[in-house]
Nanobody
Framework: QVQLVESGGGWVQAGGSLRLPCLAS??????????MAWFRQAPGKERDIVAA????????YYADSVKGRFTISRDNAKNTVYLQMNSLNLEDTAVYYC?????????????????????WGQGTQVTVSS
């Protein structure tokens, strides 16, 4: 069983920045066995992938809406994945979820879906105001 705990959410003005950490733990968790991702869900909308990073820290994936503004990274020694969010806008307001997957990287990124991720955090709210 993998436990994921997000933090770092809050209120920020448009144009500002936030960094979201996600700490992974669990008796059987090994950072080298899991690709990690951030999803977000706004009220009345589906949960969509924002960014993903391979277990090896070699490959990354970004949704078009965040390319050039968000950066995903991981520190396997600390079992932590980060989402650095810059130039935030009103459309970035959502609950942000950390997720872990053991599916192949090509499957995760070819058709990104929450169905490939079996472990989830509780979410952290990000609110961008004008």
């Amino acid at each position: 069983q993998v436990q994921l705990v997000e933090s770092g959410g809050g209120w920020v003005q448009a144009g500002g920045s936030l960094r979201l950490p996600c700490l992974a733990s669990g008796r059987t968790f090994s950072a080298s066995a899991y690709h990690m991702a951030w999803f977000r869900q706004a009220p009345g909308k589906e949960r969509d992938i924002v960014a993903a990073i391979s277990w090896s820290d070699i490959y990354t994936y970004y949704a078009d809406s965040v390319k050039g503004r968000f950066t995903i990274s991981r520190d396997n020694a600390k079992n932590t994945v980060y989402l650095q969010m810059n130039s935030l806008n009103l459309e970035d307001t959502a609950v942000y979820y950390c997720a872990a997957s053991q599916f192949p990287w090509i499957a995760i990124t070819r058709e990104p879906s929450s169905a490939y991720f079996g472990s989830w955090g509780q979410g952290t709210q990000v609110t961008v105001s004008s």
